[in-house]
């Protein structure tokens, strides 16, 4: 199967010969991209910011969000990383790679490009790659391939002797910006004003914060000062159990639809779960309703995820009987119960690779994933429920081309592109970090 950058550049060809052509619509053709600026390279996106002064999330499922101003903005890619053939670049990486040896370490997402995952020493799960990060000291630097959170995130448990770098500094996460220290701060004064700050009985706080792993170093930080925790899709009822030993509620963010799948399956009712808009007071919610709280929603999510519908499930169902349908906890919760599993990435994977030979798996997931576990397993068929090519747009920034320029600076003695969180944020991020690091299964704890 070719990967997904081919494929989009192929359906961008198509459709510009058929718009030539004067060919109305094409009948014919299996797939289409939900972006036709997908098909360019991620510096024709760099240049229209800086042009504009003003950051986005480039095309693709996050082309419809809101970059807050303070998302950064990545400078001009050199021409000759831009003017460069797949082979050429290809040939730079491997040459920079050789010359660095145990000096560099790559890591990679699986949402990542083909492209770029065939360069990476680690591939894994925003968990796994945490782990990655804190356990590869013997690197000076780590090249971080995934999105702005999860660098930072690597800066922090890594040793101060290793730099981490994001090869394109606009690859962010829209629903990690979704929730801002100053709205989260904000809320958190409602919270207290409402529930006050004395534990009950039982030793236990009014109020825990989780933040999902998608998020801020500063919004780590403030969990870790206020006796909160970090999650990730991987660990997320284990670390609410976690939070209801230490208090009676959980203000979650910023994903609601984690929250909720998560709070959900642990049999927490679905009135208890009120959505937090912080633009509202309250959040929007009565007083009655917040006081019967027991896990608070912040109203954030991502837009990969949110492309996944019942009726996908539905039509996959009857188009393949026997059908195994396996969904990311990012999806809403309606998609989550029409599904017969939900896990992270890595779950997914591990899932797949458990499976009898001959099994059929519809997959609600991010397509640079799902495309290649149905390369990497032919013995299975494996397709993404979505059946529009849309990648993460923010994850699809990182192009060959960056990665080469990064790792030919590290050659010439420069880094370029480093994530820098200031001590005075780590301190307290990371003790919420290693709180979830720390946190084991409840079966595992008994034992
Ligand atoms: P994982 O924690 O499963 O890697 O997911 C990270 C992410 O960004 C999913 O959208
Ligand atoms: Fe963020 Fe969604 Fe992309 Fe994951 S898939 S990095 S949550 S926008």
Redesign the pocket.
């Known amino acids: 199967m070719s990967s997904v950058n081919t494929t989009i550049q192929l359906i961008t060809r198509e459709q510009a010969e058929a718009a030539q052509s004067h060919i109305p619509g094409q009948p014919g053709r299996a797939q289409e991209s939900c972006d036709e600026d997908l098909a360019q390279g991620p510096w024709e996106f760099d240049l229209a910011e800086a042009l504009a002064g003003t950051p986005g999330y480039g095309p693709g499922a996050s082309n419809e969000d809101t970059a807050p101003a303070s998302t950064p903005v990545q400078g001009q890619l050199p021409q000759e990383y831009k003017d460069a053939s797949d082979a050429e670049l290809e040939g730079r990486i491997r040459a920079a790679k050789a010359v660095l040896g145990e000096r560099v370490v790559v890591l990679g ?3 990542q490009r083909d492209e770029v995952v065939a360069f990476a020493d680690f591939v894994g ?3 796994q790659l945490a782990n990655a990060a804190k356990n590869r000291s013997e690197a000076e630097a780590i090249v971080f391939c995934g ?1 702005h959170f999860m660098a930072e995130t690597a800066d922090m448990l890594s040793g101060s002797h290793q730099s981490v770098i994001l090869p394109n500094l606009a690859a962010g ?1 829209s ?1 990690a910006d979704m929730a801002d220290l100053p709205s989260v701060e904000a809320c958190w004064a409602e919270l207290e004003a409402l529930y006050g700050t004395e534990p009950d009985a039982e030793g236990r706080v009014p109020v825990i914060p989780v933040t999902y ?2 998020s801020s170093a500063a919004l780590k930080a403030f969990c870790g000062e206020r006796g909160g925790i970090v999650c ?3 660990n997320a009822s284990t670390v609410l159990d976690w939070a209801f030993e230490r208090g009676q509620r959980v203000l979650f963010f910023p994903d609601q639809h984690l929250g909720r799948n998560t709070a959900k399956a642990m049999g927490i009712p679905l009135e208890a779960m009120p959505l937090w808009n912080p633009r509202l007071p309250l959040g929007g919610n009565s007083q009655q309703v917040m006081e019967a709280a027991k896990v608070v929603l912040w109203q954030g999510f ?1 837009s ?2 949110k492309r996944f519908t019942v009726a996908q499930i539905e039509k996959a169902r009857a188009d393949f009987p026997g059908l195994r349908v396996i969904v ?1 906890p ?1 999806c809403p919760m309606e998609v989550v119960d029409a599904a017969d599993e939900a896990g ?3 779950y997914i994977l591990k899932a797949i690779q458990g499976a009898p030979d001959g099994t059929t798996f519809a997959i609600g ?2 397509i640079n994933m799902v495309n290649r576990l149905a390369a990497q397993y032919p013995q299975h068929t494996i397709f993404c429920l979505d059946p529009v090519i849309c990648p ?1 747009s923010t994850m699809y920034r990182i192009h060959p081309g960056y990665l080469a320029w990064v790792l030919e600076g590290l050659v010439a003695g420069e880094v370029r592109n480093q994530i820098t969180v200031p001590e005075t944020t780590a301190v307290n991020a990371r003790i919420a970090l290693e709180r979830m690091l720390a946190a084991k299964p409840r079966s595992a704890a008994r034992a």
């Open positions: 997402h699986f949402y799960d925003s968990f999105v996460c629903m792993m998608n990730t899709s991987s991502c990969v995820h990311h990012e992270s990435t890595d997931t991010e993460c």
